[in-house]
């Protein structure tokens, strides 16, 4: 028989499970105890979709079987089976739709961190042996096929004696012992029953296993015999259909990790029951952090969704909101039909009640984490609280009254995030508006020279860092009754009578000089103003109509922002009470030409402090080093 090499990213995947430490070995038995529940669910389809299969529900099981003498373990299930090319093309590649995936992070990751992501399924196998075979025959199918491996050097596939029903069985040849592991012990009913019951428990087929027994012989009063029977070892129940109380944290956990394929302990569990109009079980999770393809278009929403015990879409994207696409899980209803469509699905008014109680429940499950495990809301918002802007934006801002409460902003009062209560509650009394000031980074926001004026009346400021989070501001308009209001705004309102009647009358003497710059300028700024925003700093630039600087720069920043490109109507401020301005006024009197370069210079810088890109840098570095050699 020749033997067949792997493909290349099976080898390797293999020689890592050969050659693994992974302190886990045992998940091997978990993995080929779900391909043979995986197997007989889609046996069971067939059931359900075709008339006359001759199969029974109740006959569908996994066997098995240690035999101590040969050192081998067997893992039989009377599922679908293979046919001589399926087991090629199945075990002899790593044919999941996650293997691209698996490709670009096998090379930076130590194998402890690939076996949890990546569940590898079949090849753990080889954790715990170096002989592995699969026997199998496809339902529908008269032959049966063996197929076998050695390890990384290649595989067979022949024909064998013919197995009575369809299925598989997978025998395993447990490695010799060693100081460090026992392999032998996977052939102990006791280590068996403890791994099944900890990993397999909910599997939905029997899993049975003949167990060694005594038993008082019969008419002996003092006299034992030993017997075998075989045992149902796990209890069926589906995780999300027992009681709460009845399940650990460790089995929510450990649910989440296999099925959902992360290595980490979700931040949170959500498991509810619900009666009435709609009857469901839901067991929802929030992940510890967002998956590497959270925020791109290949991330898939949607919760799993079982029609009494049956998965009938694996994810339902109608049932979760997009602002709480990240939560993973399942909902389990006896009132959808299993052979619904997806087409009838989506109009089916069940399915809207399920959606909308889910909604409810995650909300509240998120309102009152904020409330009581703050710390963790934190980082769950860190990994997460962007979707939720989104949220606040999208639809035009109808959902924004479900999800304010939920967001937490940087402020200027410190380095903890701040939800928008919390900054109401903090508002200085004579304080009228929530004022914002949008940049890259906390620390480049920190340094704006237009919150100096905010700052310097004792009022918090927040720190808006995310392209998303001024537009999430202007749908929200208000909250509490408060506006929102940009620092950069030009009615801010801070000075009193008497200081405005002093700028109008600083701003009437200046008039010319202020058309003069504007003049110089040269339609690049709508308005050269005298400003009420700064202290220390000589200009800044702020914006009048909808259009802001940061907007700007998020809309120009979009795909299809080539052409039409979005300009903010830019003001230059300038500060009167700087030496700068003294300077300006001099040079109005006695030399325009070097005003104009002045005009030039202090809309550039203004430009720089904004993060907004210069039109011409080199000239602008021409410009300062002619000033330099003065
Ligand atoms: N007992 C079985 N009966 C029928 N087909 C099987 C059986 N075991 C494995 N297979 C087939 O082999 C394929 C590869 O199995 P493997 O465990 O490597 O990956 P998977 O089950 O697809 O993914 P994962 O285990 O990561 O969820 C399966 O998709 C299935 O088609």
Redesign the pocket.
């Given at each position: 028989m020749p033997i067949k090499p792997f493909q290349a990213e099976s080898k390797h995947l293999l020689d890592l499970m050969i050659h693994s430490i992974y302190t886990h070995k045992e998940i091997f038995l978990r993995?080929?105890i779900?391909?043979?529940s995986?197997?007989i669910d889609?046996l069971y389809y067939k059931t359900l979709s075709e008339e006359n299969t001759g199969l029974n529900r109740d006959d569908f099981a996994i066997r098995i079987v240690p035999d101590k003498e040969n050192r081998k373990l067997t893992?039989s299930?009377n599922?679908?089976?293979?046919t001589r090319e399926?087991l090629e093309t199945?075990?002899g590649t790593?044919?999941?739709s996650?293997s691209l995936d698996f490709k670009n992070e096998f090379e930076k990751k130590p194998d402890i961190e690939i076996i949890g992501q990546?569940?590898?399924?079949?090849?753990?196998a080889f954790m715990v042996s170096d002989h592995v075979a699969?026997v199998?025959r496809a339902f529908g199918g008269d032959e049966t096929f063996r197929w076998e491996s050695h390890g990384a050097e290649g595989y067979t596939v022949e024909p064998c004696e013919k197995r009575e029903t369809c299925?598989?069985d997978?025998i395993i040849d447990l490695k010799p012992d060693t100081e460090d592991e026992k392999y032998g012990e996977y052939l102990d009913a006791y280590t068996l029953r403890s791994l099944i019951k900890k990993y397999s428990d909910y599997i939905r087929y029997p899993i049975r296993m003949n167990v060694e027994k005594s038993r008082l012989k019969e008419g002996s009063k003092d006299e034992y015999e030993s017997y075998t029977e075989e045992e149902t070892l796990n209890s069926m129940v589906p995780l999300w259909r027992k009681n709460k109380n009845e399940i650990t944290k460790e089995q929510y956990h450990q649910f989440y990790k296999d099925k959902f394929?992360d290595y980490e302990d979700p931040a949170r569990v959500i498991h509810m029951y619900t009666e009435g109009v709609a009857t469901f079980h839901a067991l929802m999770y929030l992940p510890a952090r967002a998956p590497y393809d959270f925020y791109t278009k290949e991330y898939e929403k949607g919760l799993q969704l079982y029609s009494n015990g049956v998965l009938i879409m694996d994810k339902c994207a109608d049932l979760l909101p997009d602002y709480f696409s990240f939560v993973r899980g399942l909902v389990d209803s006896q009132d959808l039909s299993l052979n619904i469509s997806r087409e009838m699905l989506q109009h089916d008014r069940r399915l809207t009640v399920i959606a909308g109680r889910v909604e409810k429940k995650i909300q509240s499950e998120l309102e009152s984490m904020l409330k009581n495990e703050r710390e963790d809301y934190e980082k769950f918002f860190r990994n997460f609280g962007l979707q939720l802007k989104y949220g606040v934006y999208q639809d035009f801002g109808a959902h924004k009254d479900a999800l304010k409460d939920l967001l937490l902003f940087h402020t200027s009062a410190g380095e903890k995030y701040s939800t928008l209560a919390e900054y109401v509650a903090r508002m200085k009394e004579d304080q009228k508006y929530i004022y914002y000031a949008c940049g890259e980074t906390v620390q480049k926001v920190e340094l704006l020279p237009q919150t100096e004026a905010v700052k310097d009346h004792g009022y918090e400021i927040l720190y808006l860092t995310d392209p998303i989070d001024e537009f999430a501001v202007r749908v929200l308009e208000k909250y509490q009754d408060k506006e929102f209001k940009s620092v950069s705004a030009d009615d801010l309102d801070l000075e009193t009578e008497e200081e405005k009647q002093e700028a109008a009358k600083k701003v009437e003497e200046n008039k010319d000089m202020l058309a003069f710059l504007k003049d110089a300028l040269n339609g690049k700024v709508k308005a050269v103003v005298l400003s009420n925003k700064l202290k220390t700093h000589p200009v800044c630039l702020t914006t009048s109509g909808a259009i802001s600087m940061e907007m700007e720069k998020v809309l120009n920043s979009l795909p299809n922002a080539e052409q039409d490109k979005v300009k903010a109507q830019r003001v230059l401020e300038i500060n009167a009470n700087h030496p700068v301005f003294e300077k300006l006024t001099k040079l109005y009197d006695s030399d325009r030409e070097k005003l104009k370069t002045y005009a030039s210079l202090l809309y550039t810088q203004a430009l720089l402090i904004e993060g907004a890109p210069i039109d011409d840098p080199v000239a602008f570095s021409n410009q300062i080093c002619s000033l330099m050699t003065e």
């Amino acid at each position: 028989m020749p033997i067949k090499p792997f493909q290349a990213e099976s080898k390797h995947l293999l020689d890592l499970m050969i050659h693994s430490i992974y302190t886990h070995k045992e998940i091997f038995l978990r993995e080929l105890i779900s391909n043979a529940s995986d197997a007989i669910d889609k046996l069971y389809y067939k059931t359900l979709s075709e008339e006359n299969t001759g199969l029974n529900r109740d006959d569908f099981a996994i066997r098995i079987v240690p035999d101590k003498e040969n050192r081998k373990l067997t893992i039989s299930d009377n599922g679908c089976g293979m046919t001589r090319e399926e087991l090629e093309t199945n075990l002899g590649t790593i044919a999941k739709s996650g293997s691209l995936d698996f490709k670009n992070e096998f090379e930076k990751k130590p194998d402890i961190e690939i076996i949890g992501q990546f569940g590898v399924g079949f090849y753990s196998a080889f954790m715990v042996s170096d002989h592995v075979a699969a026997v199998s025959r496809a339902f529908g199918g008269d032959e049966t096929f063996r197929w076998e491996s050695h390890g990384a050097e290649g595989y067979t596939v022949e024909p064998c004696e013919k197995r009575e029903t369809c299925g598989t069985d997978i025998i395993i040849d447990l490695k010799p012992d060693t100081e460090d592991e026992k392999y032998g012990e996977y052939l102990d009913a006791y280590t068996l029953r403890s791994l099944i019951k900890k990993y397999s428990d909910y599997i939905r087929y029997p899993i049975r296993m003949n167990v060694e027994k005594s038993r008082l012989k019969e008419g002996s009063k003092d006299e034992y015999e030993s017997y075998t029977e075989e045992e149902t070892l796990n209890s069926m129940v589906p995780l999300w259909r027992k009681n709460k109380n009845e399940i650990t944290k460790e089995q929510y956990h450990q649910f989440y990790k296999d099925k959902f394929m992360d290595y980490e302990d979700p931040a949170r569990v959500i498991h509810m029951y619900t009666e009435g109009v709609a009857t469901f079980h839901a067991l929802m999770y929030l992940p510890a952090r967002a998956p590497y393809d959270f925020y791109t278009k290949e991330y898939e929403k949607g919760l799993q969704l079982y029609s009494n015990g049956v998965l009938i879409m694996d994810k339902c994207a109608d049932l979760l909101p997009d602002y709480f696409s990240f939560v993973r899980g399942l909902v389990d209803s006896q009132d959808l039909s299993l052979n619904i469509s997806r087409e009838m699905l989506q109009h089916d008014r069940r399915l809207t009640v399920i959606a909308g109680r889910v909604e409810k429940k995650i909300q509240s499950e998120l309102e009152s984490m904020l409330k009581n495990e703050r710390e963790d809301y934190e980082k769950f918002f860190r990994n997460f609280g962007l979707q939720l802007k989104y949220g606040v934006y999208q639809d035009f801002g109808a959902h924004k009254d479900a999800l304010k409460d939920l967001l937490l902003f940087h402020t200027s009062a410190g380095e903890k995030y701040s939800t928008l209560a919390e900054y109401v509650a903090r508002m200085k009394e004579d304080q009228k508006y929530i004022y914002y000031a949008c940049g890259e980074t906390v620390q480049k926001v920190e340094l704006l020279p237009q919150t100096e004026a905010v700052k310097d009346h004792g009022y918090e400021i927040l720190y808006l860092t995310d392209p998303i989070d001024e537009f999430a501001v202007r749908v929200l308009e208000k909250y509490q009754d408060k506006e929102f209001k940009s620092v950069s705004a030009d009615d801010l309102d801070l000075e009193t009578e008497e200081e405005k009647q002093e700028a109008a009358k600083k701003v009437e003497e200046n008039k010319d000089m202020l058309a003069f710059l504007k003049d110089a300028l040269n339609g690049k700024v709508k308005a050269v103003v005298l400003s009420n925003k700064l202290k220390t700093h000589p200009v800044c630039l702020t914006t009048s109509g909808a259009i802001s600087m940061e907007m700007e720069k998020v809309l120009n920043s979009l795909p299809n922002a080539e052409q039409d490109k979005v300009k903010a109507q830019r003001v230059l401020e300038i500060n009167a009470n700087h030496p700068v301005f003294e300077k300006l006024t001099k040079l109005y009197d006695s030399d325009r030409e070097k005003l104009k370069t002045y005009a030039s210079l202090l809309y550039t810088q203004a430009l720089l402090i904004e993060g907004a890109p210069i039109d011409d840098p080199v000239a602008f570095s021409n410009q300062i080093c002619s000033l330099m050699t003065e």
